[in-house]
């Protein structure tokens, strides 16, 4: 049963698919459009279908960051159209020739930009994942089949039953936008294998799901997730810009994968710089687990451990450890670090220079807050998520990342030799 | 035993992909030169590690086909020399900035070309596998482990003594250019699992060897391999170029990836083209398996069958069926292709078009021979292997292709707002 809903709405969706992939981009953008005015015209339902949600999560007792996440207002209505919206707005990724050359041969040959071909998504709580993931998903010709989490699925059905009848009235093929309803888990194990109608897999939500993902699919995925960022303050910093980003990078939203967790201060400025930083993060009711050194200006800090540099706390807490050198500074990310987003802060040339090219992760920042990994941030106008894997994409990954290349070649009779 | 063996030297490539990203095109060109020297110099000894290894897969009575791809001579030495020259002289492509530009918060954000880091290389039983697999690593700044068949384990190992030694003398790190030397199948799939220190895995070989590490890695893959290549053609075809064509993909060499293993005629010239194209296939050797209406004009000639359709022969073996339009010859190629290489035969200028627009594979010809989807043909001096999935990379792989970037950012203090 859970087995059969799973492949025949891939099925559907694959053979949408084939359509998608060459429907010109006025039909796709007039169809975003068409889903941001049924989003708004039903908002009433889906907050009735989401308050059934919400009241089965509160009986249930989830967390209250869970429900936050859950909930939805006419405010966040309003947010995933307008996302639709500007969706629609930027260009079409599909059948730009990226490069194009002739061989020794003769023949002409090119890079064309296309669809992926059918995309599943795996998420948890947040109902707006539905819309942004389907929004984009459509701009850039792909299909797609979207697995929330059972706390959702009256929302997401909601949402989903309004936009694909919006797509397809706007001229959108049957088929392209799937939702799994079923609440079992053996849903999601079916996705994962379905090579035959999924081209790609892409979990979002908490390491537990990305994990189950990545060990147990056959399906490509494309990795998501987990941030154990640091921010370097050397001792040639700005240490006034140092405390901003620093404060930035942890409190203007800690429960980010791009939010800092660990802080490493190098050693010839720690008594400038760390009193003042650890009062302001105190204030703001930042905990702090501190190397020995750390707690030598700073009694109150806890002793910070070796698991505390590995974790990636999604909260207001800070691992500190104040380092001898740069070059400790980068065994420390080497070993510890996610490859997410590194920053340092210096003035110095050379240590910025060095730090750009020896720190291995998706984001390396000079002189800014870790924060900025994002896809809005970086003028890509979407963000489908941010990889953290090295193949397809890397960081934050927007509409070019939802498409392949195939190559077309224009000969004239060219046989090889 | 085996699984420290592979954990073991994973390791040390994992440490070392971390100095040789970071160094210059120039050492890294030097150790490419050195290794190919150093094969040369040692070309008596790696031909007898050669003879020992081809002696005991003639007694073990091997297919005479994998006896010649596991036979070196003085010749195909030389060769893979020559394959280190000319990677070598090929451009650096780490640290290539693909793309820069400044957000609206002033952060001025580029796209820089970087090692994958560790590569993992599962292949059969051609001893210079191993030769340009290192060399196509060691130049895009990653380190290698390579897992070679039983079969060519002595020479894999001769090769690899000399290449990884003369590697390390010209400034390559330690621990580059590993071999995992068991001859367990547990290697492998110890390889498969191993997240920690192996970036990706590329599998080059037969199908079921790739379908073993597609269906069981949690390591990245990237799929290479299976070719269910066509050639369509059309009624509006120049059916002299349409042989020549023809014949080229069947016939320069069968036992490739994107030789033809299906011809697709329409049915408003199969009375015209057919009968010459079937005799001048016959005289080559090749065995026709045809449909009712290819065998009202060949009585020799096989019933294909659905079978046929979905088969890559590999083979001097050809697959014919008559189509009545082109929507036909797509509804085929979608049915039965493999998503590799596919080609039109045809001089009307709209329906090429639309072949090159509607065909979902990695390359797409007009009036060419499939033959040519190739990295050497396309003019990247090297290939790795052809992918044939759509993440990351598809089609003919060369430098670039074992890559990925990381965004570098310089900011003057941006904090996210």
Redesign the interface.
């Known amino acids: 049963m859970i087995e059969q809903e799973v492949i025949t709405k891939a099925k559907q969706a694959k053979d949408a698919a ?1 359509r998608l ?2 429907l010109p981009a006025r039909v796709k953008d007039a169809a975003l459009l068409a889903m941001a005015d049924t989003l708004l015209k039903n908002a009433d339902d889906i907050l009735d279908a989401n308050a059934a949600d919400v009241r089965a999560a509160r009986e249930k007792e989830l967390s209250r960051a869970l429900l936050d996440r859950l909930l939805l207002t006419t405010e966040r209505i309003q947010d995933m159209a307008e996302g639709l919206r500007t969706v629609a707005s930027l260009p079409d990724p599909v059948g730009e020739v990226v490069s194009m ?1 002739i ?3 003769g ?1 002409q ?1 090119g890079q064309m930009r ?1 669809p ?2 059918v995309i599943g998504i795996i998420y948890e709580a947040r109902p707006n994942v539905t819309v942004d993931a389907a929004g984009l998903c459509l701009k850039a010709g792909n299909t797609v089949v979207l697995r929330g989490s059972s706390e959702a699925i009256h929302s997401n059905k909601a949402i989903t039953d309004v936009i694909a009848c919006a797509a397809v009235q706007a001229g959108i093929p049957e088929g392209a936008v799937q939702l799994i309803e079923s609440a079992d888990r053996a849903a999601v194990n079916v996705m994962l294998k379905l ?1 035959r109608y999924l ?2 897999l892409i979990p979002r939500g908490g390491a537990g799901l990305i994990q189950t993902v ?2 147990n699919a ?1 399906v ?3 990795e998501t997730g987990v941030g154990n960022c640091h921010v370097y303050v050397d001792s040639d910093a ?1 240490l006034d ?1 140092g405390r ?2 620093v ?3 942890k409190c ?2 800690p429960g980010v994968c791009n939010a800092m967790e660990t802080l490493l201060v190098h050693k010839d400025i720690s008594d400038q710089f760390l009193p003042d930083m650890l009062d302001k993060l105190r204030s703001a009711g930042v905990e702090v687990r501190g190397c020995e050194r750390t707690r030598a200006l700073a009694p109150w800090a806890i002793q910070a451990t070796a698991e505390d540099y590995a974790t990636e706390y999604l909260d207001l807490i800070l691992a500190v450890r104040v380092v001898d050198s740069m070059d400790d500074a980068l065994d420390h990310i ?1 070993q510890y670090g996610t490859r997410h987003s590194e920053a340092i802060i210096t003035n110095n040339y050379a240590k ?1 220079k060095r730090f ?3 720190v ?10 870790t ?3 994002d896809g809005y ?3 890509f106008g979407a963000e489908i998520g941010i990889s953290t ?4 994409a ?3 990954m927007g509409l070019k990342e939802l498409t ?13 030799k």
């Open positions: 084939r992939a060459h050359w061989t020794p041969s023949l040959v296309v992926l071909g090579n081209d790609v990545v060990n056959t490509p995925v494309i700005d810009m901003e980003i404060f930035n990078a203007q939203r080497y910025g750009l090219k020896e291995d992760a998706a984001a390396v920042y000079v002189n800014a807050s924060r900025f990994t941030q970086y003028g894997q090295k193949l397809h890397r960081g934050p392949t290349i195939k190559y077309i070649a224009f000969g004239d009779g060219q046989v090889r």
